[in-house]
Every structure is written in structure tokens, then in C-alpha cells.
């Protein structure tokens, strides 16, 4: 197998990073979504318990304690939306990082390529220039 330069294996790992941060943000999204159904029901709850239809009312107590159950659901939602917020940030964050790496690798990589160059029409100038055997210049 040929060996991968640094600039490669840094490409692989920031794509690598980039899709958890797409997986960190696809769980913000699920959990932006739940906590939107969450705070939907505790609406319908509030309206049922305001409602004046004697069905509604009969279960008041019912809508009271499913109210309570919603609003602990919707700060544990809470809760877990913050944590992932900071964990898509952190993701973004050493993907940035990372791609910052390559760049300066493939950057030392070129500049390295473009010394190397250099030096080999160097060594086929001064290649030219001398002797083929150290007896023609003692002939």
C-alpha cells in the first residue's frame, strides 16, 4: 500500500470530523423537534383545562398532573438541546482545526516539492559540469 502523505490523512480525518458534526446537528434537530411537539401539547393541555366543556373540565386533574409531566420533559429536552448545542460546536470547532492543518501541511508539502525540484536542477547543472571519471582530470 503507498504510503499517504500528512496533507491526506489530514483530508480523511476533517472529512471524517465534518460528518460528526452533521451527526451532532442531525441530534439538535431531533430534539428541537421533540421539544416543538412538547411545548404543542402543553398548549392543547392549557387549552383543554382553560376549556368551559364540562368533558374537559371533569378531567381537569388529569390535564394538571400530564401538564406537570410535560413541563419536566420539556427542561430535561432543554437540558439535552444545550449539551448538544456545545457538542455540534465542539465538533465544528476541531474540524476547523484540523482542516487548518492540512492546509498548512499541503503548504509544506508543495513548498517541499518545490525545493526538492530546485535542488535536482541543481544537482543536473553541476552534474553536467564535471567529469564523468576522476582520471580525465588527471590525464
Known amino acids: 500500500m503507498a504510503e499517504r502523505n500528512r496533507s491526506e490523512k489530514l ?8 460528518h460528526l458534526e452533521r451527526i451532532a446537528e442531525n441530534e439538535l ?13 402543553m398548549e392543547r393541555v392549557m387549552d383543554a383545562i382553560g376549556s368551559i366543556d364540562p368533558v374537559h373540565m371533569a378531567f381537569s386533574i388529569h390535564y394538571a398532573e400530564r401538564y406537570g409531566r410535560l413541563t419536566l420533559k420539556d ?6 438541546q444545550t449539551m448538544i448545542q456545545m457538542k455540534v460546536q465542539q465538533e465544528r470547532t476541531k474540524a476547523e482545526r ?4 492540512m492546509k498548512d501541511a499541503r503548504a509544506l508539502e508543495a513548498r517541499e516539492a518545490d525545493d526538492n525540484a530546485v535542488y535536482d ?3 543536473q547543472r553541476f552534474a553536467g559540469a564535471t567529469p564523468a571519471s576522476s582520471k580525465v582530470q588527471n590525464s
Do not use: C, F, M, P
Request: negative net charge; proline residues 0%; glycine residues 2%.
Open 11 to 18: 483530508k480523511r480525518l476533517v472529512a471524517v470530523q465534518r
Open 121 to 123: 536542477v541543481i544537482d
Open 98 to 101: 484540523l482542516e487548518e492543518h
Open 75 to 80: 427542561q430535561q429536552l432543554e437540558g439535552i
Open 29 to 41: 434537530a431531533d430534539t428541537t423537534r421533540q421539544r416543538v411537539e412538547v411545548t404543542e401539547s
